[in-house]
């Protein structure tokens, strides 16, 4: 039996304790169906793997790998792949109801893979699936925002933007904007649909890095809303992205959203505590939800969609539309690594997007 290095846990623990993540030696496995067998050079940690990692009273039979952001190699296809071929190098985010990517080797089903953008390395590739599949989903599929016509020149598209903003004046609210998912969300909300993009941020630092992202305006996420508005001279907004403490923000998202507004969280209420969601009901304003892993848990018939929209942004990545978020590299993907690389996560004040090379 073949086998391979990967990091994963049987216990889950405190990332200080030294078993919270594990160098192991496990099976190595093959590719068959819709799977594509990955030579994985370079994964990213998002918030999701410290809450799968999180303390629990629970023990694993067989060790769990984590990871879900990737960029590698295509090493073997399954005899139903025809998306890629061997030798491909791809990016993608993979399943969470299937092992991670934190391992020599992995398998993804090919229709959630996208072709890799090829002016980024591994690394720079692996920090942005999971945080673009989500902005991009959460924008567009989710609350219907509305993108700016494709045109072949850059002047063209400067100009198309000007004339969005005199048509509509559409504007969004992107509550975290330094994090990973508002790293991204405020360039496509900006180059792709031309909105007018708010972001909170509360430290010069965080603000700054949105700024240079495209953001046209800051408020602090620590103050009322609606004062920052008003400070800022701001207008309602017809759009509001929320990337962290949902419940927190409910009042704040009520006073600042237009009637007929549109909403989008991505963040479950701590502790699953409900919220009240009526200060919305008196503007009508429509309230979803967002999970980049809900084509893949259920399989759902467009679920090629998220192989579609890596291999547009892709291309977004190599003619300078969209740029990496990748802002920290934490050095070779073993068990010390990935537990500073959680560390960094679990402190909560993280810009950008960081990875580990394989």
Not at 16 to 34: F, T, V
Not at 181 to 203: M, N, P, Y
Not at 216 to 232: C, G, P, R, V
Not at 266 to 294: H, Y
């Given at each position: ?20 993540l594990?160098?192991?030696d ?9 799977d ?22 629970k023990?694993e ?7 879900w952001?990737?960029?590698?190699t ?9 998306l ?9 985010a ?6 991670g990517?934190?391992?020599e080797?992995?398998?993804?089903d090919?229709r ?14 692996a ?9 991009y ?18 002047q ?11 048509r509509t004046?559409a ?31 509360s ?5 700054e890095?949105?700024?240079?992202l ?12 609606q004062?920052?508005?008003k400070m ?10 929320c ?5 927190k ?23 699953g505590?409900?919220?009240n ?12 939800w967002e ?11 467009d ?6 929209l ?5 291309g ?17 993907m073993n068990?010390e690594?990935?537990?500073?690389a959680?560390?960094e ?6 810009i ?7």
């Amino acid at each position: 039996m073949k086998t391979m290095r990967a990091v994963g846990l049987y216990k889950y623990l405190p990332v200080e304790d030294p078993e919270s993540l594990l160098d192991l030696d496990i099976p190595k496995p093959e590719a068959a169906g819709r799977d594509l067998l990955v030579r994985v050079r370079a994964v990213s940690v998002n918030p999701v793997d410290t809450k799968v990692r999180a303390p629990k009273d629970k023990v694993e039979a067989a060790p769990r790998i984590l990871g879900w952001d990737a960029a590698g190699t295509v090493e073997a296809a399954g005899d139903q792949v025809t998306l890629f071929q061997p030798g491909d190098e791809v990016y993608y985010a993979g399943s969470i109801t299937r092992p991670g990517s934190n391992s020599e080797y992995h398998l993804v089903d090919e229709r959630i893979a996208g072709r890799k953008p090829r002016n980024l390395s591994f690394e720079d590739a692996a920090a942005m699936p999971l945080t673009t599949i989500t902005a991009y989903e959460a924008l567009f599929d989710r609350m219907g925002v509305v993108r700016l016509k494709p045109d072949a020149t850059k002047q063209a598209a400067k100009e198309q933007v000007g004339s969005a903003f005199r048509r509509t004046d559409a504007s969004i609210l992107i509550i975290g904007g330094a994090g990973g998912v508002g790293s991204i969300a405020i360039q496509l909300a900006k180059k792709l649909a031309g909105l007018r993009v708010i972001a909170t941020a509360s430290r010069k630092e965080s603000g700054e890095w949105c700024r240079s992202l495209g953001a046209d305006d800051i408020i602090n996420h620590h103050h009322a809303f609606q004062e920052e508005f008003k400070m800022a001279g701001l207008p309602e907004v017809d759009y509001i992205l929320c990337l962290n403490s949902t419940e927190k923000h409910i009042q704040n998202m009520a006073d600042v959203i237009k009637p007929q507004g549109r909403l989008c969280a991505i963040v479950e209420t701590k502790g699953g505590v409900p919220v009240n969601i009526n200060p919305f009901q008196r503007k009508s304003v429509a309230f979803c939800w967002e999970l980049m892993f809900t084509r893949s848990i259920f399989q759902t018939p467009d679920m090629q969609a998220q192989h579609d929209l890596l291999n547009e942004t892709a291309g977004l990545f190599e003619n300078g539309t969209l740029r990496t978020t990748r802002t920290t590299g934490f050095g070779e993907m073993n068990a010390e690594n990935l537990r500073k690389a959680h560390a960094e996560i679990e402190r909560g004040d993280m810009i950008g997007k960081l990875t580990l090379s394989n």
